[in-house]
C-alpha cells in the first residue's frame, strides 16, 4: 500500500533527528561512494594521450579507516608503483 502524502513528510523531517542520535552524531556517507570519487580525485597524478579507450579494473586492498561525514571535503593522495606495458594495454598500480 503506497504511503500518504504526510508520512513522507514526517520521513523527512525526522532524517536530521535521526542522523543526530545515530552512533557519528551526523549522516555519513557510504563507503562505496566515497570509493567511486578516487579515479576524478587522482586524474592529477598521470596524464594519458593518444588512448582510444580506458578502463578503471577496480582498487586493491580498499580501506574506510573513518566515516565521512556528507558534504565534508575529501582528499587523496597516491604515487605510480608499477606500470606494466604489453602490446595493447597498460597497467598502472598505484599505492
Known sequence: MPAGPRSHRWRRRRRRQRAAQGPFGRTIAHGL????LLPVLLTGLYRIENVRMGAN????KARFPAPVAVRSRVRATAAIAEATRSTDVTILRSE
Do not use: A, M, Y
Not at 33 to 36: A, F, I, M, V, Y
Not at 57 to 60: E, L, Q, R, S
Open 33 to 36: 561512494r566515497t570509493l567511486s
Open 57 to 60: 579494473h577496480g582498487f586493491n
